[in-house]
């Protein structure tokens, strides 16, 4: 929920009948939006002051991956700083990173937590904190490599933070499942429990190979609203869709609907065609107080691109086409 500038927002096009609709002037952000950049995605955004920040996934033309901050008044043309945040030490010594990609963002009690997939002798889930998108701050990685898809809950449950996250392995992963761990104090994480599995080829395929957290949570008097993306491995690669689950408000791993068909999958250009083809990727998610939420997916892992809904009619959906 935000208090400050508008979120994003077009219209629901006329005669559509689907509960996710594309923005008319996607990409937001191109591939080349800063003078290093190969590929700017699969980022997030959240409200900041007057307008908006952000955490945006910025490979360079070397492809070395790195998280580069950003601001906004409009949380649709974005001045992204043109070198890579540089960490220092918060309640650890060791912020070395191999690299850091796919950054989520969200604000708990009194700062700006991010997290992101962090290069420590292969993929683990690299924490950090920020009172002004100026000075981050880095903590102990979440958990042992390897692992993606690092989503922070807006706030404690049962007194605890709490993460998603998906176990992975060290390659382009051929399997997984979403986890959720707690933790007291944001450096030891525990309670591991699983949350959702693939489902079967049968019953639902593009979510029957894979499946991750995408934005943060987003607390709603049904659930916890999460978006997530599924994948199917098909004779042409994976493909990477969006969906859409309710979690219990007091104990999330209980899942309580979630969707058997997608809610927006690979079918634009910049969808289909891009470093790596047929990816829809869902990083960041803002809602504000009629229920209307922007959700900003990265393309094609090349471009930054929103999309629209309701949240009353995406809870409807996910009730009403539930696996």
Not at 79 to 87: F, G, R, S
Not at 138 to 150: H, K, S, W
Not at 216 to 234: A, C, K, S
Request: aromatic share 14%; proline share 7%.
């Amino acid at each position: 929920m935000i208090n400050q500038a508008a979120i994003p927002w077009e219209n629901k096009p006329e005669g559509t009948s689907d509960v996710i609709w594309r923005y008319t002037k996607n990409p937001i952000i191109n591939r080349y939006a800063i003078p290093t950049s190969n590929s700017i995605f699969n980022s997030a955004v959240v409200p900041f002051g007057e307008g908006f920040a952000g955490v945006f996934r910025c490979d360079n033309k070397a492809v070395q991956m790195n998280i580069f901050a950003g601001f906004s008044k409009d949380g649709i043309r974005w001045d992204i700083n043109h070198e890579p945040i540089v960490m220092k030490p918060g309640n650890t010594e060791e912020i070395h990173s191999d690299y850091k990609y796919d950054p989520r963002v969200t604000f708990i009690e009194d700062r700006w937590w991010v997290t992101w997939c962090n290069g420590y002798h292969g993929p683990t889930i690299g924490i950090a904190y920020t009172f002004d998108f100026k000075d981050f701050f880095q903590c102990e990685n979440a958990f042992l490599p390897f692992n993606r898809n690092g989503v922070l809950f807006p706030q404690k449950i049962g007194g605890k933070y709490a993460m998603l996250s998906r176990p992975s392995d060290n390659g382009h992963t051929p399997f997984g499942d979403i986890y959720i761990s707690y933790s007291p104090d944001m450096k030891y994480w525990g309670e591991h429990r699983v949350v959702m599995k693939v489902t079967p080829f049968e019953q639902s395929a593009w979510q029957c190979t894979k499946i991750g957290a995408g934005p943060v949570p987003i607390l709603t008097d049904e659930g916890w609203l999460l978006f997530y993306h599924g994948v199917i491995n098909t004779c042409n690669g994976f493909r990477y869709s969006m969906g859409a689950a309710l979690l219990d408000i007091d104990h999330p791993e209980k899942v309580i609907y979630r969707t058997k068909p997608y809610l927006l999958a690979p079918a634009e250009l910049y969808e289909l065609t891009g470093d790596v083809p047929n990816v829809i990727f869902p990083c960041a998610a803002l809602m504000d107080s009629s229920g209307k939420i922007a959700v900003y997916y990265g393309a094609a892992d090349t471009v930054t691109c929103i999309a629209f809904g309701y949240r009353d009619e995406i809870i409807d959906f996910i009730k009403r086409n539930s696996v």
